[in-house]
């Protein structure tokens, strides 16, 4: 048993980390946070709680988070699933085809280190023996809030090298 | 059944398991197997122990099947059972047997191995001028999943649908083999996130039949409802996901939301949201909450409210071919968490486990997930699970999917894709 630490997280927490994010996101890059994702051998239980921070929205407050298909758009690579031998090249190829800045983030406990299947013959192990991970989001499965939790800490600590768009030139006097 | 194929199976000598006996077939009876059976249904292959074994449903029981390897070879099923390819491929990838007479011998999961396809990928040549294909995977998608999908177009129609896998292949049976059953449980409960109730417990039953023990009647009754709940959010990702596809937004996210809600209520009420390595064999690693049952209830009325709207004429057109499937998914919902609703108010009291004795045996357990019958083997040793084989519907989805893709556009392919909801991790293992 894997206890979830975070059983009973109020709406209302995750929704101040979500806004916080969108801030972030808007601060920083003038848009939400952009994410490639890549699925490197999951069960899936990942992609539940991706897809379920996705419906995060409420109202005016949005997620700060757009998934995208297309590597050359986003920030970030977030990475699930222990890294198999057979997917550890389209993962490195998702993350050449991504301009920098770019952030990897390994998402759930496979991706941090193998989790259960660390050892097992057709597997490396966690994303870092495949990319240079920049961002480790334990859980098995992460909670949404943790995840947004998770790439806020991420924007925050890079919030320079992420700025993109350029500062507003007040015209002087 | 034929009578030849009965004469055949009813002459084979029997070895003990659960719940129907092993009947183990001389190869020259089992070569016979190949010429097909239109009233038994394959569920999968796979090699143990120098045998090939092969589960069949006939007139709605299993039939289970065994015959010793000859010099590493046996006769393969699929010239007659077209599902049995895949188990084939996988079982040579895993233990170097080889299926005589195989309909297809590429790779499953050893992708580029030297000696086994120098030309991997490969796929079905284009049947001529005019046709072309197109590759899509294993990164692809909002949300990506891990396999490859090859399409022959004709024009802008499907002509045929090819699928690579073996991206998710984390060598699970290897990790299960030489564990307690109480320690293999974790990885039975990462082959699906989405199924993972579904896995551990066919795979905890297979281990209390061989072990020759059952789970207390609170465990049971909880487990059906866990069970349940698992179907009704895996049909709410699937018609969320599908309502997406068809361009209803607000839809998708109305059912998102749904499933959410529903899963930060199993939080509160058996204290992880996917409800991830509580079935444990023996019963239950944890008990259920009852005061946070309001929560579940009211969330699961949510979630019978929120499908009704896929019966809508307006939402059935958007969703084209995948609107029958989606109608049965959506009545399946209401269904199983009426069923669930009542289940949590007659909750009997009493303990969750019972201990497992170290037994020798071996059983075949069963359990229904969203998409289908998954089926765990188990041969135990003193304990210790000697073998261990995975069945799950994603292998029978997976080409019924490619042969309902011929003839739509990638639109139309895109919402039967979603309403399927196919696990590669299931189906790579």
Redesign the interface.
């Known amino acids: 048993?894997?206890?979830?630490p975070?059983?009973?997280?109020p709406?209302s927490t995750v929704r101040v980390l979500a806004e916080r994010l969108a801030a972030s996101g808007q601060a920083l890059l003038g848009r939400s946070l952009a994410v490639?994702?890549?699925?490197?051998?999951?069960?899936?239980?990942?992609?539940?709680?991706?897809?379920?921070v996705?419906?995060?929205?409420d109202g005016l407050s949005r997620s700060g988070i757009t998934?995208?298909?297309d590597p050359r758009a986003a920030d970030v690579l977030l990475i699930t699933?222990?890294a198999?031998?057979?997917?550890a090249e389209?993962?490195q190829?998702?993350l050449a085809a991504m301009a920098p800045p770019r952030f990897v983030v390994a998402m759930g406990d496979c991706a941090v280190d193998g989790?259960?299947?660390k050892g097992?013959?057709?597997?490396l192990g966690g994303a870092e023996r495949i990319l240079p991970v920049d961002l480790l989001i334990a859980g098995?499965?992460p909670?949404?809030r943790q995840i947004i939790a998770g790439l806020l800490a991420l924007l925050e600590a890079n919030a320079a090298p992420v700025r993109r768009t350029p500062r507003r030139i007040e015209p002087k006097a | 059944m034929t009578a030849d194929f009965a004469i055949l199976i009813g002459s084979a000598a029997t070895e003990p398991a659960s719940p129907v006996a092993l009947r183990v077939l001389p190869p020259e009876s089992w070569a016979r197997l190949a010429a097909g059976d239109a009233t038994a249904r394959f569920l999968g292959l796979w090699i143990a122990r120098d045998r090939v074994h092969a589960l069949f449903e006939h007139n709605g029981s299993p039939l289970f099947l065994a015959s010793p390897l000859v010099e590493r070879r046996y006769a393969a099923l699929s010239p007659g059972w077209t599902l049995a390819a895949w188990f084939e491929r996988l079982a040579h990838d895993l233990t170097g047997a080889i299926a005589n007479n195989a309909a297809d011998t590429r790779p499953a999961?050893r992708?580029g191995v030297a000696g086994t396809d120098a030309a991997w990928p490969r796929f079905i040549e284009t049947p001529g001028e005019g046709f072309y294909q197109i590759g899509q995977g294993?990164?692809?998608?909002?949300?990506?999943?891990?396999a490859h999908r090859r399409f022959t177009l004709d024009g802008a129609r499907i002509a045929r649908l090819e699928h690579r896998l073996?991206?998710?292949?984390?060598?699970?049976l290897?990790?299960m083999r030489g564990k307690s059953p109480r320690a293999a449980a974790?990885?039975a409960a990462?082959?699906?996130?989405?199924a993972?109730v579904a896995h551990a417990l066919a795979f905890a039953r297979a281990a209390e039949a061989a072990s020759g023990t059952t789970a207390p009647p609170r465990a049971e009754t909880l487990r059906a409802i866990m069970l349940n709940i698992e179907r009704i959010t895996s049909d709410l990702?699937a018609l969320?996901?599908t309502a997406e596809a068809a361009g209803h937004l607000r839809r998708?996210?109305v059912l998102?939301?749904v499933?959410?809600e529903i899963?930060?209520a199993l939080?509160?009420v058996f204290?992880?949201?996917?409800m991830?390595?509580?079935v444990v064999p023996g019963g239950l690693?944890?008990d259920a909450r009852p005061d946070e049952f309001p929560r579940l209830t009211a969330a699961l009325a949510a979630a019978s409210r929120a499908v009704r709207g896929i019966g809508r004429v307006s939402v059935r057109r958007d969703l084209r071919g995948a609107a029958p499937l989606a109608l049965a998914r959506a009545r399946s919902a209401i269904n199983l968490a009426a069923t669930a609703r009542d289940a949590l108010a007659a909750l009997p009291e009493g303990i969750i486990a019972h201990p497992l004795p170290a037994a020798t045996g071996m059983a075949i357990g069963a359990a229904a997930s969203a998409t289908g019958m998954i089926h765990h083997w188990v041969m135990l040793e003193a304990g210790q699970i000697a073998d261990v084989f995975v069945i799950d519907p994603a292998t029978r989805l997976l080409p019924a999917l490619e042969a309902a893709s011929v003839g739509m556009n990638f639109d139309e392919f895109a919402l039967l894709s979603e309403i399927y909801g196919i696990?590669f991790?299931a189906v790579?293992l």
């Open positions: 048993m894997n206890p979830d975070d059983p009973a997280t709406d490639r994702h890549v699925d490197a051998g999951s069960c899936g239980g990942c992609e539940i709680e991706l897809a379920a996705r419906v995060l929205r998934f995208t298909d699933g222990v198999t031998t057979n997917l389209a993962a190829r998702t989790g259960v299947f097992s013959a057709p597997v098995c499965p909670t949404p | 999961i992708h294993p990164v692809s998608g909002l949300i990506a999943t891990p073996g991206y998710a292949h984390r060598g699970i290897a990790l974790r990885f990462r082959i699906a996130g989405g993972t990702s969320a996901a998708a996210t998102g939301r499933r959410a899963a930060a939080a509160l204290g992880h949201r996917l991830m390595d509580l690693a944890a696990s991790g790579d």
